[in-house]
Nanobody
Framework: QVPLVESGGGLVQAGGSLRLSCAAS????????MGWFRQAPGNEREFVAS????????GYANSVKGRFTISRDNAKNAVYLQMNSLKPEDTAVYYC???????????????WGQGTQVTVYS
């Protein structure tokens, strides 16, 4: 098991920024690929961003490319999602996920957090 705990969500005005964090425990974090996903009410869960174990490979959904940045700190067992230029359509519950295998743009992750709410108002 890899417990994942997200934090950093909140209420922000359109154009603003938030930084989400995901803390992992339970196994060697630096062997895990990590992903961020989101789910808005009435919508299916969608891919946001991913990063491989070293940080050398990243992937982004087209809807967030150029605005969001995924990063990780293996010394702190943490992955981050810096979200800039937020839009109301970014409103969703954001989930952190982990997998021992690089998933790229897929959602077949082994471990999931409980999510953190992000609400962007205009």
């Amino acid at each position: 098991q890899v417990p994942l705990v997200e934090s950093g969500g909140g209420l922000v005005q359109a154009g603003g920024s938030l930084r989400l964090s995901c803390a992992a425990s339970g196994r060697t974090f630096n062997g895990l690929s990590m992903g961020w996903f989101r789910q808005a009410p009435g919508n299916e869960r969608e891919f946001v961003a991913s990063i491989n174990w070293s940080g050398a490979m990243t992937g982004y959904a087209n809807s967030v490319k150029g605005r969001f940045t995924i990063s990780r700190d293996n010394a702190k067992n943490a992955v981050y999602l810096q979200m800039n230029s937020l839009k109301p359509e970014d409103t969703a519950v954001y989930y952190c996920a982990a997998s021992p295998t690089w998933r790229g743009y897929g959602d077949d992750y082994d471990y999931w957090g409980q999510g953190t709410q992000v609400t962007v108002y205009s």
